[in-house]
């Protein structure tokens, strides 16, 4: 199942673009941070950020399968957790977290709700689900 970001994500992302060019001032003669030219780049900056963040919010950042947690990352997908025997995933506490065979629910890697769109959080909670 793939999990999708939320459609905010970018607009938290944005901020980035400010801190790109931050060190600007402290390079370049004659320019500083009362300069309107550095934050008119720094706002072009910032809409890029969340420009290339709007492009990618329709594809999958993280996916889980029955054994496995996967995130995609600059080289494609990468596998961050595989279950072992007796392991299974529980959508619990708004947070994706592991049964083990002893019964304790333990979190291997933080996949929570408010960073992950509502509808795919829906179907990994009737996937996975502490009633399941």
């Known amino acids: 199942m793939k999990l999708r970001p939320k459609w905010?994500?970018?607009?938290?992302?944005?901020?980035l673009g400010v801190l790109g060019v931050a060190p600007i001032p402290l390079v370049e003669p004659g320019t500083?941070?009362?300069d309107p030219g550095f934050w008119i780049l720094a706002g072009i900056a910032?809409?890029?950020?969340?420009l290339i963040g709007l492009l990618i919010l329709p594809f999958a950042i993280i996916r889980v399968e029955e054994r496995e947690l996967w995130v995609r990352g600059k080289?494609?997908?990468?596998r961050l957790v595989e279950l072992q025997e007796g392991e299974r995933w529980v959508a619990a506490d708004g947070k994706l977290l592991v049964r083990g065979a002893d019964g304790a629910l333990t979190e291997r890697r933080s996949v929570r709700r408010w960073t992950v769109r509502g509808a795919d959080w829906a179907r990994l909670e009737a996937a996975y689900g502490e009633d399941r």
């Open 75 to 78: 080289y494609g997908w990468s």
């Open 46 to 50: 910032s809409a890029c950020v969340a």
């Open 32 to 34: 500083g941070y009362s």
């Open 8 to 15: 905010y994500a970018p607009l938290l992302a944005a901020p």
